[in-house]
């Protein structure tokens, strides 16, 4: 019984009739193009399928539906090498399986009027030199283990608030130019061998106590 109707069903539906042929394309008009295919001009739109954008010169391949009009399916030569694919809405490309891979030689560039976005399990950027301009960073995460070899950051501002800071160097320089300031409830110095403070004046103050200790004392 589903033999007949599916049968039925088929003797309902009259196949369109259609032809192709190529032509070169002459000129855009408005949001389709003007085919020139022997001695006729034909206005085509871009089909769904297409996504290079036609340029004229191209060699496109065109089919007709006397209902519908006239559809390019694709374009078959370009004098130069230049592609453009061109598409309208969103584009969403899936895969249920395997990897997305977009590899170019010369370089590969993302441009939006708006946002970028990239959601994944894990992100990995590797590179030789990079260079990074941003107007307003704001960063949101769990733990950050950076290993640099040598790093340089120069800023008009720089502001942190942390709760704690553990720092672990071989050496460490610092160069002021104009003054360094130092707020705490306790500070505790200590050093193995030598701890030197020079200065065209050196002040010491304290509401309370005062106290020196050690073998020897020189004052003066």
Do not use: W
Not at 70 to 78: D, G, H, K, S
Not at 152 to 163: G, L, N, P, T, Y
């Amino acid at each position: 019984m589903r033999n007949n109707v599916a049968r039925k069903v088929a003797g309902k539906i009259e196949p369109e009739a259609a032809y192709q042929e190529a032509g070169r394309v002459v000129r855009a008009a408005g949001g389709a193009f003007v085919v020139a295919s022997g001695a006729t001009e034909i206005e085509a739109r871009r089909a769904v399928s297409c996504m290079v954008e036609p340029m004229a010169g191209d060699v496109v391949l065109v089919s007709a539906l006397p209902e519908r009009g006239a559809y390019i399916l694709a374009v078959l030569e370009r004098q130069g090498s230049d592609v453009s694919v061109v598409l309208e809405g969103d584009l969403h490309v899936k895969l249920p399986s395997g990897r997305f891979v977009v590899g170019a030689a010369e370089g590969v560039t993302f441009a939006s009027g708006k946002e970028v976005a990239v959601v994944a399990g894990e992100v990995k950027v590797n590179a030789r030199r990079g260079s990074v301009l941003v107007e307003s960073l704001s960063y949101l995460g769990t733990a950050v283990q950076a290993e640099i070899e040598k790093a340089k950051i120069k800023a008009a501002a720089f502001d942190a608030s942390v709760e704690r800071v553990v720092q672990r160097a071989k050496r460490v320089y610092r160069f002021v130019e104009e003054i360094e300031q130092l707020r705490a409830e306790r500070v505790d110095y200590v050093a193995k061998k030598n701890i030197s403070l020079r200065g065209e004046n050196t002040l010491v103050t304290a509401e309370e106590l005062v106290k020196l200790d050690g073998a020897q004392i020189h004052l003066g």
